[in-house]
């Protein structure tokens, strides 16, 4: 898959509509992770340096297209010293913009032709602009009008990240290098049959955990106690272990997880055999046999694809022991040249960074339904369209 770039273009004095992902977490008004933004950058820092005068069109939650000021981008905009436009379809600051200089505009999601990407208000949104840049992967997967409408409208072209997710994602599904080891998790097996279907077919090992390798569990007759799962999906999860059978993949499900009296970050902790788990303990996290298997399990691999975490682990530091020695063993085996990593979700890469190996893992991803649409073999629409 090859897409338009940005090579060769003259953006000197040219009006850039660019179409980042700044839906990161905020609290109290203030950015408390902001790896989406720094992914960006180089991609920004490249349109300013060529004298292009650029507005970032982006989203924030869930404002179901109304104009909620808690869903407002004023945060963003002040982490990254640049003015606000208090209306996305308000352009009268394009006749006061000169070379290299970027503004970002107001949640987009407060219109609701964005996600219904109505002709009308992609026409309405692109409307003084020159070309269009798409560097938001994490949202490629949705056909919305500020990554899919637009481009009716304007020239475009694909940003520094979007170009350097597809590349790094496409040569991890085509080419890697075995064994590889695909571990997921996360809260629900029905939002990933595709996904681990994929994974099985190219991996020599897929490792399940979180609520969604509870079900495994359930699916097995293992207890579970008082804890998320999905009882209706047993029939899947049982199809996806012969599946996997077939594939001659190895899945493995939980050992033993941490449990608590009820679900709540102060809880305390007690690690139990599935075997032992009774009907009111609530499962949080892995456990310390299910970690050292896991660890194992990395240290023989040579190319992981983490995407989601084993526990709370935003919950530290009782519930985040699974999680973390997944991330800290990932990280150590890249470091030491053992291994090539590929991780992707937002929850996941808050562990990497809670952990400090942000740094230590062969490609971090932005994406979360992007990337596992795009490893299930989907279709992403914003992807498409910028296909040469």
Same mark, same amino acid.
């Given at each position: 898959?090859?897409?338009?770039?940005?090579?060769?273009?003259?953006?000197?004095?040219?009006?850039?509509?660019?179409?980042?992902?700044?839906?990161?977490?905020?609290?109290?008004?203030?950015?408390?992770?902001?790896?989406?933004?720094?992914?960006?950058?180089?991609?920004?820092?490249?349109?300013? &340096?060529?004298?292009? @005068?650029?507005?970032?069109?982006?989203?924030?939650?869930?404002?179901?297209?109304?104009?909620?000021?808690?869903?407002?981008?004023?945060?963003?905009?002040?982490?990254?010293?640049?003015?606000?436009?208090?209306?996305?379809?308000?352009?009268?600051?394009?006749?006061?913009?000169?070379?290299?200089?970027?503004?970002?505009?107001?949640?987009? @999601?407060?219109?609701?032709?964005?996600?219904?990407?109505?002709?009308?208000?992609?026409?309405?949104?692109?409307?003084?602009?020159?070309?269009?840049?798409?560097?938001?992967?994490?949202? /490629?997967?949705?056909?919305?009008?500020?990554?899919?409408?637009?481009?009716?409208?304007?020239?475009?072209? &694909?940003?520094?990240?979007?170009?350097?997710?597809?590349?790094?994602?496409?040569?991890?599904?085509?080419?890697?290098?075995?064994?590889?080891? /695909?571990?997921?998790?996360?809260?629900?097996?029905?939002?990933?049959?595709?996904?681990?279907?994929?994974?099985?077919?190219? /991996?020599?090992?897929?490792?399940? $955990?979180?609520?969604?390798?509870?079900?495994?569990?359930?699916?097995?007759?293992?207890?579970?106690?008082?804890?998320?799962?999905?009882?209706?999906?047993?029939?899947?999860?049982?199809?996806?272990?012969?599946?996997?059978?077939?594939?001659?993949? @190895?899945?493995?499900?939980?050992?033993?997880?941490?449990?608590?009296?009820?679900?709540?970050?102060?809880?305390?902790?007690?690690?139990?055999?599935?075997?032992?788990?009774?009907?009111?303990?609530?499962?949080?996290?892995?456990?310390?046999?299910?970690?050292?298997?896991?660890?194992?399990?990395?240290?023989?691999?040579?190319?992981?694809?983490?995407?989601?975490?084993?526990?709370?682990?935003?919950?530290?530091?009782?519930?985040?022991?699974?999680?973390?020695?997944?991330?800290?063993?990932?990280?150590?085996?890249?470091?030491?040249?053992?291994?090539?990593?590929?991780?992707?979700?937002?929850?996941?890469?808050?562990?990497?960074?809670?952990?400090?190996?942000?740094?230590?893992?062969?490609?971090?991803?932005?994406? $979360?339904? &992007?990337?596992?649409?795009?490893?299930?073999?989907?279709?992403?629409?914003?992807?498409?369209?910028?296909?040469?």
């Amino acid at each position: 898959m090859k897409l338009r770039g940005l090579t060769g273009i003259d953006l000197r004095g040219k009006y850039v509509l660019l179409r980042d992902d700044f839906n990161v977490q905020i609290v109290d008004g203030k950015i408390t992770e902001g790896f989406r933004i720094e992914k960006s950058m180089p991609t920004i820092d490249f349109l300013r &340096a060529a004298g292009a @005068r650029v507005a970032i069109v982006s989203h924030l939650g869930r404002p179901k297209g109304a104009r909620d000021m808690k869903y407002s981008l004023r945060p963003v905009a002040e982490y990254m010293h640049l003015p606000l436009i208090d209306d996305c379809l308000d352009k009268a600051f394009l006749s006061q913009m000169h070379d290299g200089d970027v503004v970002l505009l107001e949640n987009v @999601r407060f219109y609701a032709g964005e996600e219904s990407n109505d002709p009308e208000f992609s026409k309405m949104l692109a409307s003084g602009f020159d070309l269009f840049v798409n560097d938001a992967f994490a949202v /490629s997967h949705r056909a919305h009008a500020s990554t899919v409408g637009v481009t009716e409208y304007l020239s475009s072209y &694909a940003g520094l990240l979007l170009q350097s997710e597809i590349e790094n994602l496409t040569r991890i599904m085509e080419k890697p290098k075995h064994p590889v080891l /695909s571990i997921v998790a996360g809260s629900k097996v029905s939002t990933k049959i595709g996904v681990l279907r994929a994974l099985i077919k190219m /991996s020599d090992t897929v490792i399940v $955990g979180g609520a969604l390798g509870t079900t495994f569990n359930y699916a097995c007759g293992e207890n579970v106690g008082n804890s998320l799962y999905e009882p209706d999906q047993k029939e899947n999860a049982l199809e996806i272990m012969k599946f996997a059978s077939e594939n001659n993949c @190895r899945l493995l499900i939980p050992l033993d997880k941490g449990v608590g009296p009820d679900f709540a970050p102060d809880a305390p902790r007690t690690d139990k055999d599935m075997a032992d788990i009774l009907p009111d303990d609530v499962i949080i996290d892995g456990g310390p046999k299910t970690a050292a298997r896991d660890i194992m399990e990395i240290n023989r691999a040579a190319t992981v694809i983490w995407n989601g975490t084993v526990g709370m682990a935003e919950w530290m530091p009782t519930w985040s022991f699974g999680s973390f020695a997944i991330a800290r063993a990932i990280a150590e085996n890249t470091r030491a040249g053992k291994l090539e990593s590929i991780v992707g979700g937002g929850d996941t890469i808050a562990c990497l960074d809670a952990c400090g190996v942000m740094d230590d893992v062969t490609y971090a991803s932005t994406g $979360g339904g &992007a990337f596992l649409e795009f490893i299930e073999g989907r279709e992403l629409p914003a992807i498409k369209v910028l296909e040469e």
